[in-house]
């Protein structure tokens, strides 16, 4: 039974340990699978305002490398890239590595977060605010820079009902003033919505909405025309996903990946299981345990005080340190008159050359002064 109980300690131990891991994966795995863990239009984003369906179906297609960042796009290479950035919104500031890859021969597609209309109201009230224009030099945008126009309609009043408080699917811009670069792919409502320009020896594509490019977009009207068209004869697909706020700040998992000590870890897993296995079952075998078996008998305390003095003590001086730790301890019991007598007999024997027959003569002494009665008899 003894034997038993801690086999079975060590393994509910290691039970608990599992149990407490699969719980933590399991509530990281919860976290991150919701919708609100990630921003509207992320790869990583599963629901309908997501567009993690986008991802995996280009990575099916044969010929095509699929992959996502959250870190700066220095290692990024232009030719036969292209780069995406969704859920684009003003103002916004790409990376300056961005010119550097389209210049480079690769493909840069900006697909905008859709906004709702704006009212007239609103719009006059923001002119009236601002007071009269003032002859200042104009900082122009990003947009402004590479040639186009950001728009938004406007309305004199909200549906009836009121505006959803979901993001909209439908969006209320489209581009303007068009640099001669820019070619129009696609209008809605007679105004462009997809552009796309040449620069130097990539391209520069604007898309008026993210959308299409959705999971909602791609399970409910998928046009494979138009994706295939985004993407041009690319063969390297990355998505930036650092424009949305996502950092990749490293984690244990991605240095041992890095650096190949997915070994290690497996050596330092066996090492546990040995020394579970070693703490629950021994290597070697118990003894038997005999009801009958007798222990080990160890010396007695007399004979321990024997063999430390034969070690310590020669025998011509036995008696001399006898009689001295005698003097020290039990002689002070006796009266001045017989410890004097005592003293003189231990005295001269402590000098004889035979320590067995000295102390012989000092016990007799002894007999005589504490039992008086035993000499009157025998006289």
Not at 76 to 81: F, S
Not at 316 to 331: I, S
Request: charged content about 20%; hydrophobic content about 45%.
């Amino acid at each position: 039974m003894n034997s038993i109980a801690p086999r079975l300690n060590v393994f509910f131990a290691a039970l608990l340990a599992v149990a407490f891991v699969v719980g933590v994966y399991a509530l990281f795995r919860l976290r991150f699978e919701a919708a609100d863990a990630y921003p509207i239009y992320s790869t990583l984003r599963p629901d309908p305002l997501g567009a993690r369906a986008l991802y995996e179906s280009l990575a099916l297609q044969p010929g095509l490398t699929v992959s996502r960042t959250m870190r700066p796009l220095t290692r990024v290479k232009g030719p036969d890239t292209a780069l995406f950035y969704l859920g684009v919104e003003e103002p916004f500031a790409p990376s300056p590595d961005f010119e550097r890859i389209a210049a480079g021969g690769g493909r840069v597609v900006m697909a905008f977060v859709p906004v709702r209309p704006r009212l007239e109201a609103a719009v006059e009230l923001e002119r009236q605010l601002r007071g009269p224009a003032k002859e200042t030099k104009h900082t122009p945008t990003f947009f402004e820079q590479i040639g186009v126009t950001l728009v938004v309609d406007t309305v004199k009043q909200p549906p009836q009902g009121g505006w959803s408080s979901d993001p909209p699917r439908d969006t209320a811009l489209w581009f303007d003033k068009l640099a001669p670069e820019w070619s129009v792919a696609r209008r809605h409502r007679n105004h462009p919505v997809w552009i796309e320009r040449p620069w130097k020896t990539g391209s520069i594509v604007l898309v008026s909405d993210s959308w299409m490019l959705s999971n909602e977009a791609l399970a409910r009207e998928p046009d494979a025309v138009a994706l295939a068209g985004l993407v041009g004869s690319a063969h390297k697909v990355i998505f930036d996903e650092g424009h949305l706020g996502l950092e990749d700040s490293g984690s244990v998992a991605g240095l041992l990946r890095r650096y190949h000590l997915q070994g290690l870890v497996l050596a330092l897993l066996a090492l546990a299981g040995l020394y579970v296995w070693k703490s629950s079952s021994p290597f070697l075998a118990r003894p038997p345990k005999s009801a009958g078996a007798a222990g080990l008998r160890g010396f007695s305390s007399a004979s321990g005080l024997v063999s430390l003095l034969e070690r310590s003590v020669r025998p011509a001086q036995l008696l001399e340190v006898c009689l001295r730790e005698y003097k020290q301890t039990a002689a002070r019991t006796l009266p001045e008159k017989p410890r004097a007598k005592l003293e003189e007999v231990m005295s001269a024997s402590a000098r004889s050359a035979d320590p067995a027959r000295g102390y012989e003569t000092i016990r007799h002494a002894l007999e005589e002064i504490r039992q008086p009665w035993k000499q009157t008899s025998n006289n």
